[in-house]
């Protein structure tokens, strides 16, 4: 399947927020270590740990394709996205190099 860049910008998007997610979770409910989670508040954290991971991995299969389909590296597709995801960068593939 290809991806457009703007496709990569909102999976990695989707990444960032289901990561902060996972974040404000833990932050919720105290380290685990050190704080015993209700079943409910695993089962939750463990969800928001999973969609995160599958986001994540979803990015890094759709930036390795897009990579290869450009004929640009993985390194120069990802850095690309991220400074778009932070506003740095508009547009898609034809956009200018900054």
Same mark, same amino acid.
């Given at each position: 399947? %290809? ?6 910008? /909102?999976? *990695?998007?989707?990444?960032e927020e289901a990561h902060t997610r ?5 932050? @919720?409910?105290?380290? &685990? ?7 409910? *508040? ?5 969800? @928001?740990?999973? %969609?995160? =991971?599958?986001? %994540?991995?979803?990015?890094? /299969? @759709?930036?390795?394709?897009? /990579? =290869?389909?450009? #004929? ?10 991220? =400074?778009?995801?932070? #506003?740095?960068? *508009? #547009? #898609? %593939?034809?956009? &200018?190099? /900054?």
């Open positions: 399947m %290809a991806h457009t860049f703007d496709e990569l910008v /909102a999976k *990695q998007r989707a990444a996972v974040r404000q979770l833990q932050d @919720a409910y105290g380290p &685990p270590t050190q704080t015993t989670w209700s079943g409910q *508040q695993t089962s939750t954290w463990e969800t @928001a740990w999973r %969609a995160w =991971r599958d986001l %994540a991995r979803d990015v890094q /299969a @759709a930036v390795n394709e897009y /990579a =290869r389909a450009e #004929g640009m590296t993985r390194h120069e597709v990802e850095a690309r996205v991220k =400074r778009a995801v932070r #506003g740095e960068e *508009q #547009g #898609g %593939a034809d956009a &200018p190099e /900054a």
